[in-house]
């Protein structure tokens, strides 16, 4: 489910197969890559079957391992792994979560175990600069926080081949449940595309135990094979927390849900480019009392304005209903507005969609899961105060569109919250 990146690393497996036909013309072979990539992305199984495709010994060690309590352990563990691997070449190293011994020395004024982990850096250093040139060993390091590393590692000799494994796609999570699947008993009649589609951001890791989860709970309800309801509730289990059945809610909170979930889905339904509904549910779960879930037909990798202004529409259909059938305001919206008030600030500051602030980045973002935090341009008091109102009024607009919309459908919101009180429950159908 990763092919880009499998391209990339395909070629590391023909270095260490056939080194003679790329040095054939003096060029250097790359002796360091280093993996980056969210936990549970497939870091560890690639190296491995690297190692195996090439046919090559491969040593490994986690990043912990390194660093011990006793000082000069750490360094005295990679002399010797790296004695080992100079034995045996061609061959792979692996260093798990190099970041643990790999993050920026900090110039000597930290005692203790900081000090352990430079020793262990600077002796990983220089064993990787120690190498003969014909010496065919090639390095892999992995890491789900390359911004934290010691510009020391990337430079060019070392791991100066970043290969960044992102997140499966739609595709790539269908090819990753289809592998564990295999490994289950399950009904004939089962959708895996339908699975895969309604799990965006599972990593193969998370795939792999929802699988598992899957099949316990078949098990735990004495099935003889694993079947739909069974992964609908495993993946519930595990994107929102366990089920709280056993809470007691009044029938006040749950009617008011039930119409802030109602007001959600209505909002969506009436609005033309957004993402299908996909479940709606009042039974709390983890820390909120009801959920209304969408699910993209496709992984989206761009955002049109309409989409991102409709999406802040729908976050607000639950207080609008709130508001509109109970005439109150009431905690339950927090996150809504939490995340609505967070779409339009990127909206205006980063993406540009603001008419009236023009395609300017007021601030912008990191990477994702690269973990830089989001940074502020500098820009003066009264550009800061038109940001934030031009923000209050789209999120503003949004919600008055929305509880325009609930006036207008206001028969079907009854209608849709009474059968959500009876069913709790509801697919998209
Ligand atoms: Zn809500």
Request: proline share 3%; net charge negative.
């Amino acid at each position: 489910g990763i092919t880009e990146a499998k391209e990339e690393l395909q070629e590391i497996v023909e270095f260490l197969k056939t080194p003679e036909k790329y040095s054939r013309l003096g060029g250097r072979i790359p002796r360091g890559v280093l993996l980056q990539g969210a936990p549970g992305t497939g870091k560890t199984l690639l190296a491995k079957a690297i190692a195996g495709e090439a046919s090559v010994a491969f040593f490994s060690i986690g990043g912990s391992d390194f660093v011990e309590i006793f000082a000069g352990v750490g360094a005295s563990r990679v002399r010797e792994l790296f004695a080992e691997a100079k034995k045996s070449t061609p061959c792979l190293i692996f260093i798990d979560e190099i970041d643990a011994i790999g993050g920026r020395r900090s110039g000597g004024q930290s005692g203790g175990s900081s000090d352990e982990r430079e020793q262990t850096l600077n002796a990983l250093l220089v064993e990787m600069d120690g190498f003969d040139t014909e010496d065919t060993v090639i390095m892999i390091a992995a890491t789900n926080r390359p911004d934290i590393l010691d510009p020391a590692l990337l430079r060019p000799g070392r791991f100066d081949r970043r290969i960044t494994l992102s997140l499966p796609d739609v595709k790539g999570r269908l090819k990753i449940l289809e592998v564990h699947a295999q490994k289950i008993v399950t009904v004939p009649a089962m959708d895996l595309a339908a699975i895969a589609r309604s799990i965006p951001g599972f990593s193969g890791a998370e795939i792999a135990n929802l699988v598992n989860e899957a099949a316990l709970n078949a098990a735990r309800h004495n099935k003889e094979a694993v079947d739909m309801a069974d992964f609908e509730e495993a993946k519930d289990k595990i994107v929102m927390g366990l089920e709280r059945r056993s809470i007691v809610v009044s029938e006040q909170d749950r009617r008011l849900t039930a119409y802030h979930e109602a007001g959600h889905a209505i909002v969506g339904l009436m609005l033309e480019e957004t993402d299908p509904l996909h479940k709606i549910t009042i039974i709390p779960r983890g820390r909120a009392m009801g959920l209304t879930q969408q699910v993209p037909l496709d992984d989206r990798l761009t955002y049109s304005r309409d989409y991102l202004l409709n999406r802040i529409a729908i976050l607000m259909g639950g207080r609008a209903a709130e508001a509109l059938v109970f005439n109150r305001l009431t905690t339950g919206a927090s996150n809504d507005i939490l995340q609505a008030t967070d779409i339009a600030a990127r909206l205006v500051g980063e993406w540009g969609m603001s008419v009236e602030l023009g395609p300017v980045a007021y601030r912008h973002s990191g990477e994702g899961f690269l973990g830089d935090s989001g940074q502020q341009r500098p820009h003066s008091e009264m550009t800061a105060r038109r940001i934030d109102e031009e923000i209050r009024k789209l999120v503003g607009d949004c919600y008055d569109q929305a509880a325009d919309l609930l006036k207008k459908h206001n028969r079907f919101l009854h209608k849709f919250a009474e059968a959500l009180l009876l069913n709790e429950t509801m697919d998209a159908e």
